[in-house]
């Protein structure tokens, strides 16, 4: 079965600084791989996805994700940080099987300030 | 265009009574998520709905926990004689295809319960 490990509860960064966000999965064959963010009382809204071709992805806000096969990670980017970025950050794969669910990791809090 | 609707946002149960959670998806997605989300638990899946195929009911917890989709189109979750473990969000989610895997599924702003 796969899954997804975020081992960071909480990330904490100042505003104009770059962030990371840590993800890595297990998986059989290939990987399916998205970020996903929540804002309070929020649903979760789609950040980017890796399916195959070029290991950084690039998807909204400014966020990017590299993708390193030999690491298994998928870790979210981004270049500047801004406080409106603090929020919920879940990574996910996607089952390849026939329910194509997604597992999720245990999500990361993004703490951007000033 | 219109996202995924959840109604109601909020409901407030008392133990044993049964509650009805509704899910509208975006027009034209044939897959249809449940998910749950509670403190200490993440998101778990619950159950998913492809088209007019059977349901994968593989993640529902409990016999109390039922769902069915109505027309291919709107779903409704329901909770017989709710149990205060059952307190959480309840989210909803369509794609396009539950087939193609690599369709992103978009997600509702979820059903907060409490059972009290």
């Known amino acids: 079965a796969q899954s997804v490990a975020q081992p960071e509860d909480q990330v904490n960064v100042a505003e104009g600084n770059p962030l990371t966000v840590k993800?890595?999965?297990s998986v059989s064959g290939n990987p399916y791989l998205f970020w996903y963010v929540q804002y309070p009382n929020?649903?979760?809204?789609?950040?980017?996805?890796?399916?195959t071709g070029d290991n950084l992805v690039k998807g909204s806000y400014g966020f990017e994700a590299e993708f390193n096969k030999s690491q298994t990670?998928?870790?979210l980017k981004k270049p500047s940080a801004l406080v409106s970025d603090s929020a919920l950050y879940f990574?996910?794969?996607?089952d390849t099987g026939t329910a194509s669910k997604l597992t999720f990791g245990t999500g990361t809090r993004l703490q951007v300030t000033l | 265009g219109a996202g995924v609707s959840q109604s109601p946002s909020n409901k407030v149960t008392e133990k044993g009574k049964d509650v009805e959670l509704r899910c509208d998806p975006i027009s034209g997605h044939t897959a249809l998520y449940w998910y749950r989300q509670s403190l200490g638990q993440g998101l778990e899946f619950l159950i998913y709905f492809q088209g007019n195929s059977a349901p994968d009911k593989s993640g529902l917890p409990s016999d109390r926990f039922s769902a069915e989709?109505?027309?291919g189109s709107v779903s409704t979750l329901t909770i017989?004689?709710?149990q205060q473990e059952d307190s959480a969000v309840y989210l909803c989610a369509s794609s396009i295809s539950g087939i193609r895997l690599a369709d992103e599924q978009y997600f509702g702003p979820g059903t907060r319960l409490t059972v009290t």
């Open chain 1, 23 to 25: 993800c890595t999965y």
């Open chain 1, 42 to 51: 929020r649903g979760l809204q789609f950040l980017l996805k890796y399916i």
């Open chain 1, 73 to 75: 990670s998928f870790h």
């Open chain 1, 91 to 94: 990574c996910a794969v996607r």
């Open chain 2, 69 to 71: 989709r109505t027309g």
């Open chain 2, 80 to 82: 017989q004689r709710t």
